[in-house]
Structures are given as C-alpha cells and as structure tokens.
C-alpha cells in the first residue's frame, strides 16, 4: 500500500523504488523516524483510548490483506462501532492539508477494512500532531475511493511495464531522496 501512496506523490517513486531497485533510505530521515516513534508510543499506551465523542471497540496496528485487490496495508486504529467502522490516522506534521497522498491512503485503507471485517468504513478521523494536535474528520465518499483504486492500477500499470513515468518538478522535488538521480527533480536546469 505505501508504493501506491508513495506513486500518488510522485509516480517516478514506483519507477525507482519497484523496477529499479532503489533505497529510499527513510532510517535517515529525522521526520520519519519521529513517525515512527509517535504510532509506537500511540500503539503501547493508548490500546484501549476512545474519543470521547466515539463509541465501541478499538483496533490498533492491523496488519490487513485484501486477496480482491492484491494489497496489504496497516492501519494506526479503528474503531468498531458495531455498525460501522471508524478509521483513525495519525500524521507526524504541522502541515494539516488533507492532499491526494492522504486521501489514496484513507481510501485504501477503508477498502482493506471493509473486505476484512465486512462493515463499512464512511469516514476517517485524521489527527495531525508535532506541535499542535489539529484533527480533521473526512469522509470516505467514492471520490475518495475511486481516486485510490485509479492509483492503485495506475502503480500496477507502472510496475508491469517497467516505464518511467513522466512527471513535471515542483517544490517537493528539493526535499526528495531521488533529487541526484532525478532528471526532473534535478537541481541542475538546462540554460
């Protein structure tokens, strides 16, 4: 599931990463390792921690596979309402912007719910925290999972071709761990 976010992000990830083999090397990474350490310390000491406004039983840190669509993902938590399911994700950032990336991995992850537990996931409650804690609740509508199954086979049609995508620069191309390799997040412009 983290390839089909990562080629929402940008679509050369799944060509570096999947057909030619490349690290990313995230342990290097002083935010993602903060991630990391933030969904650990959620998952030891908030096991049974309900919002107050929600109701029912807590799932943490599954591990789900989906044998209908060949994709295995993990959420942060759920929680299981008896009629539905409420997916619970957390972000180690500042920047609260609910952006493709995050609706791919939202609507991946309810689908992944939704075949393992055979109830319906119809919205998702996202809690930014790093300095502040900003939580926004989103709903899982089909835009939001048909732009994931679009990336979903867009990744799949990548891999099986063995293409590289065409993808134009932006400013996330000065942060990238491909930036040196990257003809189009290269630092280095044409005169």
């Known amino acids: 599931m983290t390839n ?9 990830f799944t060509y570096y990463t999947l057909i030619l ?3 990313q090397y995230e342990e290097k990474r002083g935010t993602v390792l903060a991630g990391r350490a933030l969904h650990r310390r959620h998952e030891r000491h908030n096991k049974s921690y309900v919002p107050v406004d929600l109701k029912g039983k807590k799932i943490v840190g599954l591990y789900l596979h989906s ?9 942060d938590e759920a929680i299981d309402t008896g009629q539905e399911l409420i997916l619970i994700e957390r972000k180690y950032s ?3 912007i609910i952006g493709a990336t995050l609706k791919v991995q939202l609507g991946l992850l309810a689908l992944l719910l939704e075949e393992n537990f055979s109830k319906p996931v119809l919205r998702a409650r996202v809690i930014f925290s790093k300095n502040d804690c900003v939580e926004f609740e ?3 509508d089909t835009t939001i999972r048909d732009l994931a ?5 867009e990744t799949m049609e990548t891999v099986v071709s063995g293409r590289e995508p065409r ?5 996330r191309c000065l942060n990238c761990c491909f930036r ?12």
């Open 4 to 12: 089909v976010v990562e080629h929402t992000f940008c679509k050369r």
């Open 21 to 23: 083999g490349l690290r």
């Open 67 to 75: 044998k209908v669509l060949n994709l295995v993902g993990r959420i």
């Open 94 to 96: 500042d920047s609260a």
């Open 138 to 140: 989103v709903l899982i």
């Open 149 to 153: 199954l679009k990336m979903l086979y």
């Open 167 to 171: 993808e134009r620069p932006d400013r």
């Open 180 to 191: 040196k390799i990257c003809p189009v997040g290269s630092l280095y412009t044409p005169q």
